[in-house]
């Protein structure tokens, strides 16, 4: 069956103890913050996740956490990319064992392959098996590889349960390009982008993000997505420039800067893994101003 995504979707921050060791009950409670607080759809791990921070036993026990806890609320994706694209299999069918809605899955890392290296491994990661699989494109991540407008049509051609993508080049022509190949093969094919960038995807077709800022500011993310839908630009435009302006704040030292911004709403989730940095105390003391001047700590929620 396939799953509705629209709207600003929530990728949780991992939580983590003192030690750096597992912390599902925060997890738990911030997933059901996340759907509590309006998110349509919940997906972890994205980076900001620290998905490539985690083993695979713990990336496992995490979604089956996440599928519980959501428990049918809103549809759960399971982002599975990973080093070896054994593993990468393994934790697809291990999201379809658990109940999982559908998967995430970005071009291979660290190497650089072909275009048609990119369409083996989504036919292989597709046929394996039978939930919905959304693509991750982000070509800054990933030293330029990237999937193409040509090469997603041949995807969503071959395969019926390639049903959208994450598209994170924040680069209007390759939204427009991928957006106008894939909407005429299947029109409901999700365009989606990385970041709450939707005042520039909305009207070439976009319905909806995942978010950056959602575990700070839920409330904004989902009035931007109702003034774009609503067709109310002037509202949508200063709206937009409000998360432009958080998003290249948390982008410096991401995640651990969205973890120190968490702190100051009441949501603490703990430090970041190694080699990622945890936010320091100078660092959110920073964010908190910046929070302040932007209106979000008088706006926002607070605490679970």
Known sequence: MPIKLRGVMQSPVTPLKDDFSPDLPTFERLLDFHVRSGSPAISWPHHKGESLNLTIPERKRFAEAAVKVVAGRVPVTIHVSALAVEDTLELARHAQSIGADGILAITPYFWNPTLEAI??????????IDLPVISYNSPSYLAGVEITGELMSRLIERLPNFTGVKEASFNSEKFIEISRMALKLRPTFAMLTGVEYLLPSVPLGGVGSYSAAGSICPNLCNRLFDACVAGDWPRARDLQYTLSRLWLLFRDQYPSSLKGGMVIMG??????????????????????????????????????
């Open 119 to 128: 369409h083996d491994y989504f036919v292989r990661l597709c046929t394996a």
């Open 267 to 304: 949501r603490p989730v703990g430090p970041t893994r190694s080699p990622l940095p945890t936010a320091t105390k100078e660092r959110r003391e920073l964010i908190r101003s910046q929070l302040e001047e932007l209106g979000i700590l008088q706006s926002e929620p607070h605490g679970w």
